[in-house]
């Protein structure tokens, strides 16, 4: 008893010396020094303020025209009228353009000596706004939150969406319109980016590689789509604890994985209904999946050990189990639920809920969207059988898509690579990550516009952001046919020992060893009373 908690005072002592000397701090649980949990946090924050100052030159002239519907409901829920924030939504549209329509002048050699055109292309904007405003007015767009950029029907839309501009509304009240959104922006961008990081670690990958991960959430294109002032950084940020909570899951923690997918899905419904239920759907299918294959998996466990109960019995291995107590253990086995199943049903539940839930509030559903996508924003008829134009539009939309990929295809070679490194890596992990990436591609096809695509796909980046640093820690891993990991050297082999001598080197002067009076009475070669003691020697066993 001595000797243990003499060993365990010596281990803490020697955990808290070297947090001393090499600053790691003091030791974490289970004797990990919790260092290395602040390295990493403080790597994820450099790379934060990287990203955060490369997309400052781009403060302003990220405008699209669904961001004048969100930023009017937001100014709205701040307690704006409704001409208030009409009014401060065409100044910041107005001015957002005009500087993104004159950069490119700015840096063009045939412009130099000119004027830039900003006064005339702001002062153009504002009058075609006016124009619209008064126009969708006297048509009878007179309520909501919405300003009236457009008809009831297409404004409709962006009124089922308020949870992206109950997200503006506090950054706007804190920093004004156009440094409101822009840091709005920016925080959905870096905490996205954490969020991968954290997926990463889940899925046990190491905190090198899961920062890895981290600064590609911040490179790859998908950037140029989440620091938009429009709901695609909060949808990637929900997508992404979604995914956490399932890795989760899948190690283990089931409770707290359901309840974070629960809760992420729940404020997904209140950012884009329609992408939460697509992403609900993919993942309910990907589980179903992942369920019936350790259902087989089980059943075939099972009847192995009923084989081998059998066996022993006929063998009279075990006389001490009764028949009652053999039949109530083969009862509690078939009785247990296949792994994932609580998930399977927590996802189903979501999905139903995110597919009910529109309908009892009276939001706009897809066939609204998809009137929307045949009529220009209603401003034609709507079509009477739209599913033969929707099926030729649909055509031509991924012909026009593949050819585009195929004519600079790093984005399908990402694809390609990512799914077989994260199915490589992990089967039950690559099953969610592409069910992930699958909700975008469903949510692109259910609206083929070429000119918002990339918007509307987005979720496909997930697959990257997660496969190529998978793909890095199986290189280092040696888990890759073909990349083997170079070896450690190998050390010199210690040299052999005289033939009957007990290990020590013999002295290259003799005379000089053994001169003097000091040296008489030791055996040849031995230590002097003024040389340092050599190291042991190895003994040979006697003969």
Known sequence: MRMRTAMRT????????????????????????GGAARRTAAWSLLLAVVCALCQLPTWIGRESPDTRNYLSYSLRVLGDSREEATARTVDYYCHSRAVASTRPRAADPRGLGRSSGYLRERTSCERDMAARVKRRTAEGNTAGMVAPFAGSRFSAIFEARPGYPYVLAPFIACFGVVWGLW???????????VVVLLVLRAAGAPAPVALVGQGLYYALPSVLETMRPMAEGATLLCTGLVL????RALRGRTRSGAALVAAALAAQFWVKYSQGLLLAGCLAAAYAVLVARAALRDRAALRDR??????????????????????RERGAGRRRAPEGAGMLAVLLALTAATAAGPHLLGWPGSSESMQELLTDHFNRPD???????????????????????????????????????VLRYDRRIGAVVIAAALAGVLNQAGHPDIVIGPRLIVLVWFL???????????????????????????????????????GAEPSAEP??????????????????RGAPAPAPALRRPAA
């Open 464 to 502: 990257p952001l997660i496969g190529l640093p998978l793909l890095l820690q199986l290189l280092l891993d040696g888990r890759v046919p073909g990349f083997r990991p170079s070896p450690p050297p190998v050390p010199p082999a210690a040299p052999a020992l005289p033939p009957g001598g007990d």
């Open 10 to 33: 010596r281990v803490r002592e020697a955990v808290r010396a070297e947090g001393r000397d090499g600053g790691r701090g003091r030791p974490g649980p289970a004797g990990f020094p």
């Open 183 to 193: 840091a709005a922006s920016v925080v959905l961008t870096v905490l996205g980016g």
């Open 244 to 247: 956490l909570g399932c890795v």
């Open 306 to 327: 009923a084989a081998l109960r059998e066996q022993a019995v006929r063998d009279q291995a075990v006389r001490d189990r009764t028949v009652r107590e053999r039949g």
């Open 383 to 421: 079509v009477t059988d739209p599913w033969p134009l929707f099926a030729e539009l649909s055509l031509h939309f991924w012909a026009d898509w593949l050819r585009r990929g195929l004519m600079a295809p790093l984005m399908l070679f990402a694809l390609g690579v990512s799914a077989w490194a």
């Open 511 to 528: 005379a000089a060893a053994g001169a003097g009076s000091r040296g008489r009475g030791r055996p040849e070669g031995g230590p002097g």
